[in-house]
């Protein structure tokens, strides 16, 4: 690591602490940063209970830090995953979305809405207020299966087909999507739009430590992949020419970003755009050399879905607006300049 490179990551390192802290602080109990020090050290058992509220610290610690330790997760694996798809398929435009991964989920997550099977009524009986969590991730992970399976030929992973697979899977599983949101009753509707918008509202320790293993994997691994990803954005025969096994790196790629955006959609239902615009900012700005883009997307990504979630649960309070919606507003215009940006590029 250079550097530049390293300078970078600290920065964004400093950005993400910034927006916790700004997070944590922020909302209808107000905070100020020597309360929250006061709070913190009082938790660890270095402080001696003053400087800060009783309800001051059963905010922060049950209600806001949960709520801003699961946005930063979320945010640094939809990041890095986004990260990882763009240098798969060596595209800024690819996402996530693209394999199937966010539809495969939302529609195992409606299925458990909707239809009054006997399956679903056990699995809710056996892991209760975990089971569409898990209903949703069991379908991330199946859809990505199908659209691997497809797009394999003679051991190899062709690119086109993946990208074509994941463009008919998400059309299919968005129509069966629709026919279950058709058939809900309005309880069961309600419930399909608040998730389906996105939402950190839910978040809790138990959440936060659920979901940590399937975030901190892709996190910490993909990071790895770096030098590999760097290769193939040169082509499949220079990398291999080069020493990468590019069907194995291919095969952890989809692993990793299955694994952290099926959690991630699991337990907030589906934020769209972190990882779609965070790595192409991080290439626009900085350097297109996958060592920075992929920890630095877990960094911008943590910092910005947080910074998001605390303008939903602000903008209009005593409500709370979805989060999803706030995503697609930011990523919208961000998602249009890229498109732009590459159509200029096409031209010259």
């Given at each position: 690591?250079?550097?530049k490179?390293?300078v970078?990551?600290l920065?964004l ?6 927006v ?8 209808a109990?107000k ?22 509220k ?37 595209n ?6 693209l394999?199937?991964?966010s539809?495969g ?5 409606v299925?458990?809405i ?25 379908g991330?992970c ?6 691997y399976r497809?797009s394999?030929?003679?051991?190899k ?11 008919a ?6 129509a069966?999507?629709?026919l279950?949101?058709?058939?809900a009753?309005?309880e ?82 589906v ?9 192409h900012i ?28 605390l303008?939903?649960r602000?903008?209009?309070v005593?409500?709370?607006?979805p989060i ?25």
């Amino acid at each position: 690591m250079n550097k530049k490179t390293g300078v970078t990551l600290l920065f964004l390192l400093l950005l993400m602490v910034a927006v916790m802290v700004l997070s944590s602080c922020t909302g209808a109990v107000k905070i100020s940063l020597p309360e929250l020090l006061a709070i913190l050290e009082n938790q660890a058992g270095l402080g001696d209970g003053t400087g800060f509220k009783s309800q001051q610290a059963a905010v922060l610690l049950n209600i806001r830090l949960p709520r801003v330790m699961l946005g930063m997760l979320i945010g640094a694996g939809l990041g890095v995953s986004g990260a990882g798809i763009q240098g798969l398929f060596r595209n800024p435009l690819a996402e996530p979305g693209l394999i199937g991964i966010s539809s495969g989920a939302t529609l195992f997550a409606v299925s458990m809405i909707v239809m009054e099977i006997s399956i679903f009524k056990k699995l809710t009986g056996m892991l209760g207020f975990y089971a569409l969590s898990v209903a949703a991730f069991v379908g991330a992970c199946l859809t990505t299966v199908i659209v691997y399976r497809l797009s394999m030929r003679n051991g190899k992973t062709i690119i086109t087909t993946l990208l074509l697979s994941g463009i008919a899977i998400n059309a299919l599983a968005g129509a069966f999507t629709g026919l279950l949101t058709y058939l809900a009753n309005d309880e069961q509707l309600r419930t399909i739009t608040f998730w389906s918008l996105g939402s950190l509202g839910g978040a809790s320790w138990e959440t936060v430590t659920g979901i940590l293993p399937f975030i901190l994997i892709p996190v910490f691994g993909l990071p790895f992949l770096a030098k590999s990803l760097n290769a193939l954005s040169l082509g499949d025969a220079q990398a291999l020419h080069m020493g990468v096994d590019v069907v194995m790196v291919k095969r952890i790629i989809m692993v990793l970003a299955t694994i952290a955006v099926g959690a991630s959609v699991a337990v907030a239902g589906v934020i769209g755009f972190i990882g779609l615009i965070i790595p192409h900012i991080l290439r626009m700005t900085f350097s297109s050399d996958h060592r920075l883009v992929i920890p630095g997307s877990a960094l911008l990504g943590a910092a910005l879905l947080s910074l998001a979630d605390l303008l939903a649960r602000t903008m209009v309070v005593p409500a709370e607006l979805p989060i999803g919606i706030l995503t697609a507003l930011i990523g919208t215009p961000v998602f249009l300049y890229i498109i732009i940006t590459e159509r200029n590029k096409t031209k010259i």
